[in-house]
């Protein structure tokens, strides 16, 4: 049964799902920890608008989910960056390690290049691949 996938295939969808399951879990951590008015507060106490809060934790959970998935992994995966650049600015002044108080940019940093191999390798193996009702208005470089 798994003996048509090649080992890059196999470390494709590990990829996927890692980056998939660590953007579902922390748009989850902001709903039901911090909470929608908390994490609200925490991105207007940076000087972001309210409305990035609410777009960090849809984006996080339905780009979460999707790369699960393995739905439009691309495009989900460049739509992603700007909340992982968001989250490497947010933690830039708190020094390397995420270890640090408040987060150092190490972690934001490597979901970055992360991304950057979803974006570069696709869905891989095990992916849904698309939805039948929005894949007429998905760009064909992205249905890979």
């Not at 998935?69 to 992982?84: E, Q």
């Amino acid at each position: 049964m798994f003996t048509n996938f090649t080992k890059n295939d196999y470390s494709t969808v590990i990829t996927r799902i890692a980056l998939g399951g660590l953007l579902l879990s922390h748009g989850l951590i902001k709903l039901f920890v911090f909470t929608v008015q908390g994490t609200v507060g925490f991105f207007e106490s940076l000087g972001l608008p309210a409305i990035t809060a609410y777009l960090t934790i849809f984006g996080e959970i339905a780009g979460g989910i999707s790369l699960i998935l393995g739905v439009y992994s691309r495009l989900v995966a460049i739509l992603s960056l700007p909340i992982l650049i968001g989250a490497l600015w947010a933690h830039s002044s708190n020094g390397w390690l995420f270890s640090n108080n408040g987060g150092g940019w190490e972690f934001p940093l490597f979901l970055i290049v992360i991304t950057f191999a979803v974006i570069i390798s696709g869905d891989g193996p095990f992916a849904l691949r698309k939805v039948p009702f929005i894949d007429q208005y998905i760009p064909q470089i992205f249905k890979a």
